[in-house]
C-alpha cells in the first residue's frame, strides 16, 4: 500500500471526492486508476505527536473509487515507508490530530485480503453490488475467488465470524446468482474441510469448524446444484 499525500487541500477533508481534485492530482489518480491490477482510494490521513516523542499515523476515512473496497477506518500506516510523496507534511511535531487529503494505492488482491480482515461484510456488499450488471460479472467472479483463496488460508479468522452459516448461505447464493461453478465448487470444499485451531491454541479449541450445519446452507447448496453445478456436482470416483 502506496500513499500520496495530495498537493492540494482544494476542499474540506470531509468533502473530499475525485471532481474537487486539482488538475495535478486528478492526472495523478487517473493514471493509477488505468492499471488494472490496482485499486485506487481518496483516504483522510490523520496524524498525532505522542508523549514518547513518537508519532502515529493512521486512514481516518475512506472514499471509494472506481468500485474498489476500502478498509476500515483507523487503519494503521507506516508513513516512513507508506508515504511516497509527501512525507514532509507528515514529519511536524503536532499535539492535536492534523488531517491531509490522500490517495491510497495498492494491488488489488491485495485489497480484498486486506477486506477480508478488516470489513468483511463491505466486501460481500461490494460483490453484491458487482453482480446486480451482467458487465461486471467478471469483476465479481475475480473478488469472488479472492475471498475463497483468504478463506483457505485463513480459515480460524473466517469461522469466528459473527453468523458464519448465514455468510456460507449468502456467499452461496451469490455464486448461484453469478453462476459461478468454479467458485462454488471451491465453496464446498471449504465447507465440508475440517477446520483446525493454530496450535497456539490447541489446548482451548482443538476443532473450530466440520461440515454444514445448518438447513438454510444446505438448501442454498441444493439450489447451486439444481441451477448451476448441475447433476455431476458429485461424480463418482
Not at 456467499?171 to 465453496?187: N, Q, R, S, V
Not at 465447507?191 to 493454530?198: H, V
Request: charged share 25%.
Amino acid at each position: 500500500m502506496l500513499i500520496f499525500l495530495l498537493r492540494k487541500d482544494c476542499c474540506p477533508v470531509k468533502c473530499l471526492d475525485f471532481v474537487s481534485l486539482s488538475q495535478v492530482d486528478r492526472t495523478v489518480c487517473e493514471l493509477f486508476q488505468s492499471i488494472d491490477f490496482l485499486d485506487v482510494h481518496l483516504a483522510t490521513v490523520a496524524h498525532v505527536s505522542v508523549e514518547s516523542g513518537d508519532s502515529l499515523y493512521w486512514i481516518e476515512d475512506w472514499y471509494e473509487l472506481n468500485k474498489s473496497i476500502p478498509l476500515s477506518p483507523r487503519f494503521r500506516l507506516d508513513a516512513k515507508t507508506q508515504v511516497v510523496d509527501g512525507y514532509e507534511k507528515l514529519s511536524t511535531s503536532s499535539s492535536s490530530v492534523v488531517h491531509h487529503s490522500a490517495l491510497v494505492i495498492q494491488p488489488r488482491n491485495q485489497s480484498v485480503y486486506l477486506g477480508c480482515i478488516y470489513n468483511f461484510e463491505l466486501v460481500y456488499s461490494q460483490l453484491c453490488s458487482l453482480s446486480r450488471s451482467p458487465s461486471d460479472r467478471d469483476g465479481a467472479l475475480s473478488i469472488l475467488g479472492q475471498v475463497f483463496s483468504f478463506w483457505r488460508q485463513e480459515p480460524y479468522f473466517v469461522f469466528q465470524l459473527e453468523d458464519l452459516e448465514d455468510k456460507a448461505r449468502r456467499f452461496m447464493d451469490l455464486c448461484t446468482k453469478l453462476e459461478a461453478k468454479k467458485e462454488g465448487i471451491e465453496l464446498l470444499g471449504i465447507l465440508a474441510d475440517r477446520s483446525e485451531a493454530p496450535n497456539s491454541l490447541q489446548g482451548q479449541q482443538e476443532m473450530i469448524h466440520e461440515g454444514v450445519r445448518d438447513l438454510r446452507v444446505a438448501q442454498a447448496i441444493a439450489d447451486f446444484q439444481c441451477r448451476v453445478a448441475g447433476k455431476n456436482l458429485f461424480p463418482s470416483k
